[in-house]
Each structure stands twice: as C-alpha cells, then as structure tokens.
C-alpha cells in the first residue's frame, strides 16, 4: 500500500481512506480496468463483423501500455483468484462476459461457424498465450509480431 501511496502522490492514509487493504485496491483496479474494455465495445458496432472481431481481439494484446497494464493487472489478480473464492468468481464472471462478447462477434463474422462458443475459446487461448509471451519476452513480441501471430490464427479458420 506504501509504494501504490507513493506512485500516486498520496499519503497511505489518504490511500486506506478509499482501500482499507491491497485486496480492496486490487479488486478495484481489476474492475476498473474491466471497465474501460467493456466501454470500447460499443464503438465496434460500426465496423464489419471481421474487423470487429479482429479489433476486440488485438484490443485484448498487450500492444500498447494501457494492454500490458490491464495484462499485469489480471495477472496479479489471478494469481489471487487461486486461493480466494471470491476473487476466483470475479475472475471466471469476466472471462465469461469476454468469451460471450468474441462468441458474439464470432457469429457476426462467420455465420457459417459451426460452434462459436467454442471458436471463441480457441481464439481467447491464442490471444492469452501471446499475451503471456510478450509480457515475459516483449522483445520477441513486439506489438507488430503479437497482431501478426493473432492474425495468422484469424486467418487459419
């Protein structure tokens, strides 16, 4: 809670007067941070089905700082979520409204899918296992080489 009070210019007092602990802090920064994805939703309703998935899935990259601060949210979070039922809840209620909204944008963009639940699935899995990599390797994963990988799964449908 020191360090969080430092990096924002705050006193720890200030800091507990909002989060009486770092689990309060973490539960809110994780659903902040939901919240700003879940706002940017919207505005891909314009585009075409395809560029649309492609936009919610790239968005779901850490391509950019605000991707690998969600990125390193959620990791902090899951990490959590093992041992902390509610956490674990939170946590499996967001991947489920994520999996729905590509399940739905999987629909949209191939009418023809035969199960787009489970396409979402496979797509959410490339999505997580290059977000990972760059994170832990971000100079093997640039963010031209993560939208490459995730296009090329896009591609192989």
Known sequence: MREVASEAGWTTGTLVHYFRNRRELLRFTLEAS?????????????????????????????????????????????????????????????YRDFRANVADRVRAAWPNASDPLTEAERLI??????????????????????????????AAR
């Open 34 to 94: 939901l919240e700003g994805r879940r706002r940017r939703r919207g505005y891909r309703d314009t585009h075409k089905p395809i560029d649309a998935l492609r936009a919610t899935l790239h968005d779901a990259l850490p391509i950019d700082d605000a991707g690998r601060l969600h990125w390193n949210v959620t990791i902090a979070f899951c990490a959590q979520a093992g041992g902390d039922p509610e956490f674990a809840a939170l946590q499996r209620d967001a």
């Open 125 to 154: 899995a490339v999505v997580d296992g290059i977000a990972l990599q760059a994170l832990f390797d971000p100079d093997s994963w640039p963010a031209d080489h993560q939208i490459a990988a995730l296009d090329t799964a896009l």
